[in-house]
């Protein structure tokens, strides 16, 4: 039973640039949430998609955007890349009506 | 505003030192305190989800407890293979956002 993946591994863009990451939520889950995670902090909620639908959000601007897709999937979109994103992308996934989250191995952001 | 603050923010321990790892939290209305450990680089590993005060949850060398204000983990003699950082988190609401103290960094020493 393959757990929650991440695609790409890393990723290097510069400023002002546009990126996108994937997630494939574990097999039996429905939600998807991403978090980014600056060097040395804990994880901060960026939102949370239920039946393709943002369902909540944390504190980031609309520059952070995501989309869910049929199969459960998801993307996180962020445009206008500031050095500050840099950070590592976590997607976790649940299963409707349970409380724990599973998350992926993470995407590295670096912005030059 | 949910908060979340762990202590201490470093240990180092030799093997076989047992030890605490500290989570206070203020948050109206908790759902469930969660314990994950993360190894540099990577995801995340879930370890605990803990719901009411006076609950204990265990996994080989490690126990978490949970009082109203505050969760502990215990490691009773570590190896060197469970060195990385413990990372607390609460939920407030069922499949709600969790909410992460800044994690403590624990190295066992051989």
């Known amino acids: 039973d393959a757990g929650v993946t991440q695609s790409p591994t890393h990723l290097i863009k510069t400023r002002g640039q546009q990126v996108t990451l994937r997630c494939s939520p574990k097999?039996?889950?429905?939600?998807v949430s991403w978090y980014q995670q600056a060097l040395g902090q804990g994880p901060q909620f960026i939102f949370q998609?239920?039946?393709?639908?943002?369902?909540q959000r944390g504190n980031f601007p609309d520059r952070f955007s995501g989309h869910q897709f049929p199969n459960y999937s998801s993307e996180l979109n962020v445009n206008a890349l500031l050095l500050g994103d840099s950070a590592l992308y976590l997607c976790?996934?649940?299963?409707?009506?349970?409380?724990?989250?599973?998350f992926g191995p993470g995407t590295r952001l670096t912005v030059l | 505003e949910d908060q979340v603050t762990q202590s201490p923010e470093a240990l180092r321990l030799q093997e076989g030192e047992s030890s605490s790892l500290n989570c206070s939290y203020t948050?109206?209305?908790?759902?469930?305190l969660f314990w994950y450990r993360q190894d540099p680089g990577k995801g995340p590993e879930f370890l605990f989800t803990?719901?009411?005060a006076g609950e204990e949850k265990e996994k080989e060398r490690l126990k978490a407890t949970l009082t109203k204000k505050e969760s502990f983990l215990h490691i009773t003699a570590p190896k060197p293979e469970d060195s990385a950082t413990y990372l607390c988190?609460?939920?407030?609401?069922?499949?709600?956002?969790?909410?992460f103290g800044g994690g403590t960094r624990v190295l066992v020493k051989p």
């Open positions: 976790a996934s649940r299963e409707g009506g349970r409380d724990t989250q599973y």
């Open positions: 097999s039996g889950h429905d939600t």
């Open positions: 998609y239920y039946e393709e639908e943002e369902r």
């Open positions: 948050v109206s209305g908790l759902r469930g």
């Open positions: 803990l719901y009411s």
């Open positions: 988190a609460v939920a407030k609401a069922a499949g709600n956002k969790l909410t």
